[in-house]
């Protein structure tokens, strides 16, 4: 599997809880979430970062950061 490009894998569980719940609403809201619709969304990202089905990512070049499914490859 080749590595992430201009991407930093940041493990969830170095994250203080308050910065990984900021992170995740971060990514959630940034298409225009419905503010209803937010909580349930932040809680399935949790989900999926707990079952390692995703990880986070810092972008470099964006100074973003991203849920990726687990393995992503990105140019």
């Known amino acids: 599997m080749m590595p992430l490009t201009n991407t930093i894998r ?3 569980l170095q994250l203080s809880p ?3 719940r900021a992170v ?5 809201t940034r298409d225009g979430t419905d503010n209803s619709a937010v909580e349930p ?3 399935q990202v949790l989900r999926q970062l707990d079952l390692g089905s995703v990880e986070l ?3 470099q070049l964006t100074e973003t950061c991203n849920v990726l499914p687990r393995g992503a490859i990105i140019d």
């Open 24 to 28: 995740i609403e971060e990514f959630v």
């Open 41 to 43: 969304r932040i809680q």
């Open 10 to 12: 940041i493990p969830h």
């Open 57 to 59: 990512h810092f972008e």
């Open 18 to 20: 308050e910065a990984l």
